[in-house]
């Protein structure tokens, strides 16, 4: 084959392929969404039963575990209105009950029922904190602390949350 001849089949075959037509580009694929952080919901039993301690206390107990990455809180005050009335009319015999406090964190959508306990003997005052797992309420942490006076046990709370919750980083 003569070189003339060559050309002339390489510009055919040229002529050919520039009229085939060519498959677009595959898509490049979405960048995978990030999965949503799971959050876990605390539950802060504030709720009128014996030795509750003061507002000043659940207040500190709210500021100290919010701090906490993926956590937030709901007081069971405001959890009670989301649950079904049979099941918040049972909430009201509850106590200290950890079974009865877990199923109405439940059913609030809470993961955690925290509870604290101010108590006084002998002149000087207990702090008790309390972690419940809502979905198994035979787990329990507790962590406490005695105090002089009250402003002590104030101030331990920060101490007692980091205690309860000690694998979870703050913001």
Do not use: W
Request: glycine share 6%; proline share 8%.
């Amino acid at each position: 084959m003569s070189r003339l001849a060559a050309v002339v089949v390489v510009l055919c075959a040229a002529s050919a392929l520039a009229q085939t037509p060519v498959a677009p580009p595959a898509p490049t694929p979405a960048p995978a969404a990030a999965a949503p952080q799971r959050r876990t919901v605390v539950i802060l039993d504030d709720r009128a039963v014996k030795d509750q301690a003061p507002p000043a206390f659940l207040a500190r107990v709210v500021d100290e575990v919010t701090k906490l990455r993926g956590m937030s809180v709901l007081r069971f005050s405001e959890a009670r209105k989301r649950l079904a009335p049979k099941a918040d009319q049972a909430l009201s015999g509850c106590g200290d009950d950890a079974g009865c406090l877990a199923a109405a964190a439940r059913g609030a959508g809470g993961d955690i029922v925290v509870t604290v306990r101010l108590t006084k003997r002998e002149g000087a005052f207990f702090l008790a904190v309390t972690r419940v797992n809502a979905l198994r309420p035979q787990i329990a942490d507790d962590s406490g602390t005695l105090a002089g006076n009250d402003a002590d046990a104030l101030a331990a709370v920060p101490e007692a949350v980091a205690e309860l919750f000690p694998d979870t980083e703050t913001r």
